[in-house]
């Protein structure tokens, strides 16, 4: 499994982008950055662009995420995901409508 790591752009030079903490990553998918800009990073690639609301989200997941597994709480790292609830994607939402148990 990839986690996608949200980074802000400190600068960037033709296809390479620097982090503010100074990573080197691929910005080759993602032409319409510009230093400043939250992307999603995957395996040292910009994969997409993102909102700072968004970022922030992704960030306090992973920090909850790392706190367990140091064995401590998640605190309110998923305090987004209660204020909407939980959708399918739309192919498995057809699945179900039509009675599907499994794939």
Do not use: N, Y
């Amino acid at each position: 499994m990839c986690v996608g790591e949200p980074m802000r752009l400190s600068a960037v030079e033709g296809i390479v982008g620097r982090t503010e903490d100074g990573t080197l990553i691929d910005v080759s998918l993602t032409p319409e950055i510009r230093p400043g800009d939250w992307v999603l990073t995957f395996l040292g690639a910009a994969r997409e662009r993102l909102d700072p609301d968004e970022a922030r989200k992704i960030l306090a997941a992973l920090e909850g995420l790392r706190a367990v597994m140091a064995g401590g709480s998640a605190g309110d790292a998923f305090a987004d995901l209660e204020t909407r609830e939980p959708t399918l994607p739309p192919h498995l939402q057809a699945a179900l409508a039509a009675g599907a148990a499994q794939g």
